[in-house]
């Protein structure tokens, strides 16, 4: 990478605190200089300093090091700014006039799934949804497209039994587990998520997951229309193009790996 041969005392840096972020507990200085391939002068160095700016956290007695408070004061920083939806939102609404039907980012919550950006397409009828409306994340297309990214073991936590699942209308199709598993496994396999009158009757949905740097779903970026006026192979073209969008979100908030 060109860039980081310029500065690699900062990249370096970066790539240890990215590394921490994703371990489960402190680690050694040792374990970073191996996984990351760098001379351990170099990470007893890098540590140091960011040690002693609060990044990371010396464990003495245990020879290990952790993130430290700066690190988490950043990410609520992060939260604060809610760059999801300040970026999210004028990549949305290019989706939307360029393809004419309105869209939504939501992120999810639990079982549920809320809105955090809406734009209505001209012309196009009004919708259920809107910023901090809250709708059970199994009937949506933006939910399922993010619960598809999830282990089995999650989805086990979040819907262990049918009690776990409601029709918001008559229409509703999943109200199992069995259901559900059925749905994620065709949206993992196609690559995006779509519902047909499961939250309002008449009208669909087709979405993708917003990923992180690891791959994990952070986000649904979503198009909603009128069923008639879609047929298979055009909602999958609007998929296609709603993943372009989820691509570009990714790279904007965690780098070209998020992307790549």
């Given at each position: 990478?060109?860039?980081?041969?310029?500065?690699?005392?900062?990249?370096?840096?970066?790539?240890?605190?990215?590394?921490?972020?994703?371990?489960?507990?402190?680690?050694?200085?040792?374990?970073?200089?191996?996984?990351?391939?760098?001379?351990?002068?170099?990470?007893?160095?890098?540590?140091?300093?960011?040690?002693?700016?609060?990044?990371?956290?010396?464990?003495?007695?245990?020879?290990?090091?952790?993130?430290?408070?700066?690190?988490?004061?950043?990410?609520?920083?992060?939260?604060?700014?809610?760059?999801?939806?300040?970026?999210?939102?004028?990549?949305?609404?290019?989706?939307?006039?360029?393809?004419?039907?309105?869209?939504?980012?939501?992120?999810?919550d639990g079982r549920d799934v809320v809105y955090v950006a809406e734009e209505r397409a001209r012309h196009r009828p009004s919708?259920?949804?809107?910023?901090?409306?809250?709708?059970?994340?199994?009937?949506?297309?933006?939910?399922?497209?993010?619960?598809?990214?999830?282990?089995?073991?999650?989805?086990?936590?979040?819907?262990?039994?049918?009690?776990?699942?409601?029709?918001?209308?008559?229409?509703?199709?999943?109200?199992?587990?069995?259901?559900?598993?059925?749905?994620?496994?065709?949206?993992?396999?196609?690559?995006?998520?779509?519902?047909?009158?499961?939250?309002?009757?008449?009208?669909?949905?087709?979405?993708?997951?917003?990923?992180?740097?690891?791959?994990?779903?952070?986000?649904?970026?979503?198009?909603?229309?009128?069923?008639?006026?879609?047929?298979?192979?055009?909602?999958?073209?609007?998929?296609?193009?709603?993943?372009?969008?989820?691509?570009?979100?990714?790279?904007?908030?965690?780098?070209?790996?998020?992307?790549?």
């Amino acid at each position: 990478m060109a860039e980081a041969s310029k500065v690699p005392a900062a990249h370096n840096t970066l790539r240890i605190l990215r590394w921490l972020s994703e371990r489960p507990r402190p680690v050694s200085a040792a374990s970073i200089s191996r996984a990351l391939e760098l001379p351990r002068s170099t990470v007893y160095d890098l540590l140091a300093v960011m040690a002693a700016n609060g990044f990371v956290v010396h464990l003495p007695e245990e020879r290990r090091y952790g993130l430290g408070v700066a690190a988490f004061e950043l990410s609520s920083a992060f939260s604060r700014q809610d760059p999801l939806a300040r970026l999210g939102a004028p990549l949305l609404r290019g989706v939307v006039d360029e393809l004419g039907e309105s869209g939504h980012l939501a992120v999810l919550d639990g079982r549920d799934v809320v809105y955090v950006a809406e734009e209505r397409a001209r012309h196009r009828p009004s919708l259920v949804t809107d910023v901090g409306v809250r709708i059970p994340a199994h009937l949506t297309a933006s939910g399922r497209s993010m619960l598809a990214g999830l282990t089995a073991a999650q989805l086990r936590a979040l819907y262990p039994g049918r009690e776990s699942f409601g029709a918001r209308t008559e229409l509703g199709t999943i109200t199992s587990p069995a259901a559900l598993k059925s749905e994620l496994t065709l949206t993992r396999e196609r690559g995006w998520a779509s519902e047909d009158g499961d939250v309002t009757a008449d009208f669909a949905s087709v979405a993708v997951a917003v990923s992180d740097h690891r791959g994990l779903p952070v986000a649904g970026l979503a198009l909603t229309f009128l069923s008639h006026r879609h047929d298979d192979a055009a909602r999958a073209a609007l998929a296609a193009r709603l993943s372009a969008a989820a691509a570009t979100l990714s790279s904007r908030l965690y780098g070209s790996r998020a992307s790549a």
